[in-house]
T-cell receptor, first 115, second 112 residues
Framework: EAGVTQFPSHSVIEKGQTVTLRCDPI?????LYWYRRVMGKEIKFLLH????????ESGMPNNRFLAERTGGTYSTLKVQPAELEDSGVYFC?????????????FGPGTRLTVL | GNSVTQMEGPVTLSEEAFLTINCTYT??????LFWYVQYPGEGLQLLLK???ADDKGSNKGFEATYRKETTSFHLEKGSVQVSDSAVYFC???????????WGAGTKLIIKP
């Protein structure tokens, strides 16, 4: 069974440019989460999808970030325009059930560097 | 608010040494507690978990006991190996929610 995949693994862009990160969850997982780790600090929750609907986007830092999950399958996270403080590692995770102890399975992350 | 504090790294040990990585938490309600590990070049993997007070999670020789009285979930291993070198994250999740709340991570370096 394929795990959670993320693309690209690394992205280097200049301040003001746009970047789109992609996450493919494990097949059959309705729940998809985005997290990020900035500059060696703690990992922070960004948002949670249930199928194609945003269940909770309370962790999104500002309106420069836009997440979508078309058809309830893969998800994209767009940063436009990117700022220096957006640099970090963006993790995607998926789970079968949002509650209980259903494990969140993580992808390898996308390392974003904004110059 | 809800938060997780874990010891700063890097922690450097020799092979076969005893490992403790401290983790304490602040939470409303009764959280579930987790340790995740990130090996170099890989994603986050669940290492172990505990759902209620006095539960002990264990996996791959690692153990952690949910201590409600001290609000702690310290990670231990009796004899570490070079292959245990990784970044370890302590996290909690509330029953009323699904998002994970994370500590800052502790980098562990094991020297042969």
């Amino acid at each position: 069974e394929a795990g959670v995949t993320q693309f690209p693994s690394h992205s280097v862009i200049e301040k003001g440019q746009t970047v789109t990160l992609r996450c493919d969850p494990i097949s059959g997982h309705d729940n998809l989460y985005w997290y990020r780790r900035v500059m060696g600090k703690e990992i922070k929750f960004l948002l949670h999808f249930v199928k194609e609907s945003k269940q909770d986007e309370s962790g999104m830092p500002n309106n420069r970030f836009l997440a979508e999950r078309t058809g309830g399958t893969y998800s994209t996270l767009k940063v436009q325009p990117a700022e220096l403080e957006d640099s970090g590692v963006y993790f995607c995770a998926s789970s079968q059930d949002g509650r209980g102890l259903n494990e969140q399975f993580f992808g390898p992350g996308t390392r974003l560097t904004v110059l | 608010g809800n938060s997780v504090t874990q010891m700063e790294g890097p922690v450097t040990l020799s092979e076969e040494a005893f490992l403790t990585i401290n983790c304490t938490y602040t939470a409303t309600g009764y959280p579930s507690l987790f340790w995740y590990v990130q090996y170099p070049g890989e994603g986050l993997q669940l290492l172990l978990k505990a759902t209620k007070a006095d539960d002990k999670g264990s996996n791959k020789g690692f153990e952690a006991t949910y201590r409600k009285e001290t609000t702690s979930f310290h990670l231990e291993k009796g004899s570490v190996q070079v292959s245990d070198s990784a970044v370890y994250f302590c996290a909690l999740r509330l029953d009323s929610n699904y998002q994970l709340i994370w500590g800052a991570g502790t980098k562990l370096i094991i020297k042969p």
